[in-house]
């Protein structure tokens, strides 16, 4: 096989099924992106500076958290700070799929900008060899519905906060769903424990800084189970 032909496979994504993969995902989306866009007209941001969020942004959670902290003129460093700590999350989420990153250098680089909850979760409960085919499509095609969503909730404006209150709540609806889905997919109970022993310990010791201190948590109980799971392997052996 030539050079030429490994670089056409690598290249070829899997369009269509990712499409329909990034379905779900756009069930909740749509109604999350519809109420962030029309939350932020409410908190009276403009129709361009909510879409630009969710084009250069694009996380659904900050882009909530943001709104208030851009209606109250908090200073853009204050505002970038608060950001990068809801968002740390993101960057482990690469780990477990850097083999299914495309090789093209844009290509990877906007799959990893795009590495959403939703994307991870769709993603990791994929077979292996699936990923590198629709890990690109998925990606696309979830962002694109989540700005589709914030440009109708803008072009809807703030009416609809009236009639339906708690928006907001939305995105908390997809996350709960995104992970049964994924625990239904993969069958396995430590997870949810884990995250479940991580929110009770970090909730006793902070309310600021909840997610990065249950963040730092899950990621010492995985590491104490992993060297618990090697020890009596090794034991065994």
């Not at 959403?116 to 085919?133: G, H, I, K, Q």
Request: hydrophobic residues 55%; aromatic residues 10%; contains cysteine.
């Amino acid at each position: 096989m030539s050079v030429n032909t490994v670089a056409l496979k690598q290249a070829k994504f899997d369009w269509s099924a990712g499409f329909k993969k990034s379905l779900p995902v756009a069930m909740g989306y749509l109604p999350a992106g519809i109420a962030f866009g029309v939350l932020a007209q409410v908190a009276g941001v403009p129709i361009w500076a909510a879409l630009l969020l969710s084009v250069v942004l694009y996380a659904g959670a900050a882009q909530y958290a943001c709104l208030p902290m851009l209606s109250s003129g908090l200073p853009i460093g204050t505002i970038a700070t608060n950001i990068a700590a809801i968002n740390l999350r993101h960057v482990f989420y690469a780990t477990p799929l850097l083999q299914s990153m495309p090789k093209q250098k844009w290509a990877k680089t906007y799959c990893l900008f795009a590495l959403t909850d939703e994307t991870f979760s769709v993603m990791t409960s994929l077979p292996s060899d699936e990923r590198p085919a629709l890990i690109l499509p998925i990606s696309l095609f979830n962002q694109s519905w989540w700005v589709i969503a914030t440009a109708l909730g803008g072009l809807i404006g703030s009416a609809l906060n009236d009639l339906v209150p708690h928006l907001d709540f939305a995105l908390v609806c997809l996350f709960a769903i995104l992970a049964y889905e994924q625990f239904a997919a993969i069958k396995r109970y430590f997870p949810i424990v884990i995250a479940m022993i991580a929110l009770i310990l970090a909730s006793l010791m902070t309310q600021n800084w909840l997610l990065l201190v249950a963040i730092a948590i899950c990621m010492g109980l995985i590491l104490l189970r992993s060297a618990l799971i090697a020890k009596v392997d090794a034991h065994d052996q």
